[in-house]
Nanobody, 121 residues
Framework: QVQLVESGGGLVQPGGSLTLSCTAS????????MTWYRQAPEKQRELVAS???????NYKDSLKGRFAISRDNAKKTAYLQMNALEPEDAAVYYC???????????????WGQGTRVTVSS
């Protein structure tokens, strides 16, 4: 009923920037929190940043100042602006959203399929 699709990943040189997008579709009643995670090879998935439906943000401490999360509720889309990228930022980035659908007021978590970010010269 709900799909999340991430886009915007790719290859970028160290020091470069990328903006990821996560768009929700389906018979949506309400999107609550939207969160970006990432998972590097042989590492656990970790929280990158989150944003509530009224714009309150939270970040992994080490990423504050380089990464910025935002959302456009009308477009059902969250963004992750990533600046000054480092090789250590290379990972698959996943979007998770807490969503309720028209037929059910209970909100559930949904995940996207991920978008790969490679940081290399």
């Amino acid at each position: 009923q709900v799909q999340l699709v991430e886009s915007g990943g790719g290859l970028v040189q160290p020091g470069g920037s990328l903006t990821l997008s996560c768009t929700a579709s389906g018979n949506i009643r309400m999107i609550y929190g939207m969160t970006w995670y990432r998972q590097a090879p042989e590492k656990q998935r970790e929280l990158v940043a989150s944003i509530t439906n009224d714009g309150v943000t939270n970040y992994k401490d080490s990423l504050k100042g380089r990464f910025a999360i935002s959302r456009d509720n009308a477009k059902k889309t969250a963004y992750l602006q990533m600046n000054a990228l480092e090789p250590e930022d290379a990972a698959v980035y996943y979007c998770r959203a807490q969503v309720s659908v028209v037929s059910d007021p209970v909100a559930y978590y949904y995940w996207g399929q991920g978008t790969r970010v490679t940081v290399s010269s």
